[in-house]
C-alpha cells in the first residue's frame, strides 16, 4: 500500500530516556493502520500496547512481527494494578537484555487519543527509571501536548517507585 505522502493528523511522540524508548500514539483504525505500521517499522518497535478498546485487527501487526498486548481501562482514570504491573513486566523484558551492537527495541503505546492513558504508562516506565515524578509529566508534555490529565497527574505524584532488584531495569 502507498502510504509515503500521507502525514497523520496526530503524529506518534518518541519518548526517550536513558535505556527506554516509547512511542506514544493515537488509535490507529483499520483504514490508517498501515501507516502507523510503517511508523513503528521506523522506530524498530517490538511491541504495542492498546490501553483501550481495539479500533484494528491486531493480527495485521502481529503479521509484521510486533507484539500486541491488550491492556485496556477506563478513559481519563490511573491504571488499574495488574495493568501496570503487566507494563512494567513488558518493558523489563524488552529493555533488560538490549544488545548495543543493534538496533534499540521501542514500546510503542496508545489510547484513543494518545493524550491520557498511554502517556501515563510511560510515566510510570520513566519514574521507575529515576526519573521524578512531575519531571516526568513534564518530559511527556514537552513531546505530546495535552497529555496527562489532573486525576492522573494526582496519581503520578503519589505513585512510589518499587525498589529495584538487581539486574533488572523495573522490578
Known amino acids: 500500500m502507498y502510504t509515503q505522502n500521507i502525514i497523520l493528523p496526530n503524529p506518534p511522540s518518541l519518548i526517550e530516556y536513558k535505556t527506554l524508548k516509547f512511542l506514544i500514539m493515537d488509535a ?3 483504514s490508517n493502520l498501515d501507516i502507523y505500521i510503517e511508523e513503528m517499522k521506523k522506530y524498530n518497535v517490538t511491541d504495542l500496547v492498546r490501553v483501550c478498546e481495539p479500533t484494528y485487527p491486531k493480527e495485521r501487526v502481529e503479521a509484521k512481527k510486533i507484539n500486541v498486548h491488550d491492556w485496556p481501562f477506563n478513559d481519563g482514570e490511573p491504571p488499574p494494578v495488574m495493568v501496570v504491573k503487566h507494563w512494567k513486566e513488558l518493558v523489563n ?3 533488560k537484555n538490549e544488545d548495543s551492537q543493534s538496533k534499540k527495541p521501542c514500546i510503542a ?3 484513543v487519543a494518545g493524550l491520557g492513558r498511554a502517556p501515563v504508562l510511560v510515566a510510570i516506565a ?3 527509571e529515576g526519573m521524578n515524578a512531575l519531571d516526568s509529566v513534564s518530559y511527556i508534555r514537552e513531546r505530546r501536548r495535552g497529555a496527562i490529565n489532573i486525576k492522573q ?3 503520578l505524584e503519589e505513585y512510589k517507585k518499587k525498589s529495584k532488584k538487581k539486574g533488572c531495569i523495573i522490578s
Do not use: A
Open 93 to 95: 523484558n524488552v529493555f
Open 109 to 111: 503505546i496508545h489510547c
Open 126 to 128: 520513566l519514574i521507575e
Open 28 to 30: 490507529p483504525s483499520t
Open 153 to 155: 497527574l494526582k496519581y
